[in-house]
């Protein structure tokens, strides 16, 4: 058996995806900003995916959902565009986030530091979380842009978007969210919650990889990061990726349609996964249950270092992560486990197992059993287990490496 | 940058099959007791080197007769990846049947070495080869506690690139006789730097003494000072011709400072030197006249003609003086 449990870092493509996407590759090919009818042969599909993603989302049609490449354009447009059309070309010279963030935000905002614009990094509390008391601590009147994730890539937990969304409206600040783990595993409303801005990917909703989406309220200025042919109603240039938009569509579709049934199946399977691995000694999971997306866990077993049991994992035919697939070659600390202030022993332990719609029970089970097993093996290797101490002198030193 | 940067590496496949082996079913984890050694009649010692919080620990067991020093058992305890298993590993099965003293010179190198599945391809990726390094240091102390020395004392030079075990004096002289300017030369001729990169910059994975962007600024600026230092003796020792620039003009200055200035500045006037260029022919010097020399008569004149005498004499015959 093989388990895949890593769909934070990206999610099978759902069969009826591809099975939509289909046609638009050999059949209706026609770029749709032609005149004749090979390139209207595509509109249907393209209205259909845009109104799928609408109204998986509760967009008003004021609003503007702009296809993009993924949420690392996304999160760049947003970024570099309020840096340009509000620091550079206003009177604002500010920009609020989270220590947090994914890497497309953290770089892009430190490339901006560079370019002259003031960058905040607010820190996470235990639960790895935003408060927002500490939000409109930071913003000034010079404040351009909020950004906060909706969820965390790496721990699952939720930030609260709603009340962060509201301090910013009440102080005219415009509020960025990377919706990107949020977006089809747990409810999104944009008619609940305040978001001038929203990034997006398909790939982390069983959408194919290559296709993403900026929602922009009220269909606001914005200055395009791409200029080409005026795609997009001018927004972002680029010949339209028709199959990949219609699969979005799908795909989200799919995703949010029930997605209280869907949450509840997803969540069963974590939480018996995650009672099952906390029956083993000295281990711990960061945030709590209910305030956490439903697919996610993220574990520290004291004493096995992350990326030996992600070997072990493998070996079992298990996909997991220890933190950020994305700079999961840099194998440093996880960054999140340091921000919560866990214990700097254990920033070296986390391991995220990340469910999706198609795990199966028996899976569950295959890895809570292989999962202990290589708990087992690596602790009998482990110094920190080992029961002769060193000779009196032979102690180690505390750490002195950089994180 | 180039084509095959474009994927990421694919860190787990770039081990060796050994590496793989013994990280799966090491042959020498787990303990010797005090009980054990001391049945043999041996000495127990025990080292720990890195911490859980740096993301690698070990823990090395010699079990050491002390009639020979020779370590007849060892094994090992780790916290930490693949690499830092197998690294641990085959570092006890290197140490046992030396004698303490043989088993100090065992290096980081030593132990990427013996993880090879052929000679020439390497073990581990770059970014692991700081794994190894591990094992040497555990090595250093284990020995510093048998001999009740400090593990330091086994360490004749200074290491910068733990990795590559290139040493200070090394990289100094490298530097040096290449005539090298950038880091990516450093690694080039050295490997230094080509590894865990923690010794290139601070921030790295690894807190450091020294680094290669200081010694390679520090370097430079020596060689700089000892250019200009041989280019100033060059002067002194009248050879105008082959000093730098500034060097001439501040040797103009120095003469016109010495012999000329006080006499214009008596009658109320002054001259700066503006450039110096030579030519095939002249080296020529441009000055301006200030206050009462400008325009006087003689400034054209014999002024002008007892300063080029002065620098002719001075410096260079080939000095021609040009007011502007």
Redesign the interface.
């Known amino acids: 058996m093989q388990v895949y449990l890593d769909n934070n870092a990206t999610t099978m493509v759902d069969p009826l995806v591809v099975e939509v996407m289909q046609p638009f590759f050999s059949e209706i090919y026609g770029n749709p900003n032609s005149l004749h009818k090979f390139g209207t042969a595509s509109h249907p599909a393209i209205s259909k995916a845009i109104d799928q993603v609408y109204k998986a989302l509760n967009a008003s049609d004021n609003d503007d959902i702009v296809f993009t490449s993924c949420a690392t354009e996304s999160n760049n447009w947003v970024l570099k565009s309020i840096f340009n059309d509000h620091i550079v070309s206003g009177d604002k010279n500010h920009i609020i986030t989270t220590e947090v963030e994914h890497p497309s935000v953290l770089a892009a905002c430190r490339a901006l530091e560079k370019e002259g614009a003031k960058v905040t990094y607010l820190p996470v509390n235990s639960q790895g979380v935003v408060e927002p008391h500490v939000v409109r601590s930071f913003i000034t009147d010079k404040t351009a842009l909020v950004s906060v994730m909706w969820a965390s890539n790496e721990t699952g937990m939720i930030f609260p978007i709603k009340e962060i969304g509201e301090i910013c409206k009440e102080k005219g600040v415009l509020f960025h969210s990377d919706g990107v783990q949020a977006v089809g595993k747990i409810p999104v409303d944009l008619q609940a919650v305040h978001v001038d801005f929203l990034s997006m990917s398909a790939h982390k909703f069983h959408g194919p990889k290559g296709v993403g989406a900026l929602y922009i309220r009220n269909s606001q200025p914005l200055s395009p990061l791409l200029h080409g042919g005026e795609h997009m109603g001018g927004r972002r240039s680029g010949t339209l990726n028709v199959p990949y938009i219609v699969a979005m569509g799908k795909a989200i579709e799919l995703a949010t349609t029930n997605i209280e049934e869907k949450m509840a199946s997803i969540r069963a399977k974590r939480d018996r996964l995650e009672d099952a691995l906390l029956e083993l000694s000295d281990t711990f999971v960061v945030g709590n249950r209910e305030n956490r997306t439903p697919n996610t866990i993220l574990i520290s077993i004291r004493?096995?270092?992350g990326?030996?049991m992600l070997?072990d994992l493998?070996?079992g035919q298990i996909g997991a992560s220890t933190g950020s697939a994305c700079a999961s070659?840099?194998?440093?600390?996880n960054t999140v486990m340091l921000a919560i202030g866990a214990d700097?022993?254990?920033?070296?332990?986390g391991i995220r197992l990340s469910l999706s719609r198609f795990t199966t029970d028996s899976e569950i089970d295959y890895t809570i059993a292989h999962f202990k097993k290589a708990v087992e093996r690596l602790r009998?290797?482990?110094?920190?287990?080992?029961?002769?101490?060193?000779?009196l002198?032979?102690?180690?030193?505390?750490?002195?490496?950089?994180h | 940058m180039a084509k095959n940067d474009l994927l990421?590496?694919s860190?787990?496949d770039a081990y060796s099959n050994k590496v793989t082996t013994l990280?799966?079913n090491?042959n020498h984890?787990g303990?010797?007791?005090?009980q054990e050694a001391a049945e043999h009649g041996n000495r127990?010692?025990?080292?720990?080197?890195?911490?859980?919080?740096?993301?690698?620990?070990?823990?090395l067991?010699w079990e050491v007769d002390p009639k020979t020093d020779i370590i007849v058992n060892s094994k090992f305890?780790?916290?930490?990846?693949?690499t830092?298993?197998a690294s641990s590993d085959i570092m006890t099965e290197l140490c046992i049947g030396k004698t303490v003293k043989e088993a100090v010179k065992i290096t980081n190198i030593d132990v990427e070495f013996a993880l090879r599945d052929s000679p020439e391809i390497p073990a581990v990726p770059p970014?692991k080869m700081h794994c190894s390094v591990m094992a040497y240091d555990v090595i250093k102390?284990?020995a510093g506690?048998y001999m009740g020395v400090d593990s330091e004392s086994f360490e004749d030079e200074i290491i910068v690139c733990e990795c590559a075990r290139v040493s200070l004096k090394t990289l100094q002289e490298v530097i040096r006789l290449n005539d090298l300017t950038t880091i990516e030369q450093i690694t080039d001729y050295t490997k230094a730097g080509g590894f865990c990169k923690s010794c290139i910059k601070?921030?790295?994975?690894?807190?450091r003494e020294y680094y290669l962007v200081d010694i390679l600024r520090d370097t430079r600026r020596e060689m700089d000072e000892e250019k200009m230092k041989a280019a100033a003796d060059a002067g002194s020792k009248g050879s105008f011709e082959s000093m730098t620039l500034v060097q001439q003009i501040k040797a103009i200055d120095a003469v016109i400072d010495e012999n000329v200035r006080q006499f214009l500045i008596m009658d109320g006037g002054n001259m700066e030197v503006i450039d110096v260029k030579p030519t095939e022919e002249y080296v020529d010097v441009y000055i301006r006249y200030l206050g009462a020399c400008n325009g006087c008569a003689s400034s054209a004149t014999g002024t002008l003609y007892a300063i080029e005498a002065t620098l002719k004499e001075k410096l260079s015959k080939k000095i021609r003086v040009l007011p502007i």
């Open positions: 004493g096995v270092e990326e030996g070997w493998n070996n070659e840099d194998l440093q600390a700097s022993e254990l920033a070296h332990t009998a290797i482990s110094s920190s287990y080992a029961k002769v101490q060193p000779t002198g032979g102690e180690s030193k505390a750490c002195e490496l950089h | 990421g590496a860190l787990w990280m799966n090491p984890q303990e010797i007791t005090e127990l010692i025990v080292a720990d080197f890195g911490a859980e919080s740096c993301g690698d620990a070990v823990r067991y305890k780790s916290f930490g990846c693949g830092a298993i970014q102390k284990a506690l601070p921030g790295g994975h690894e807190k």
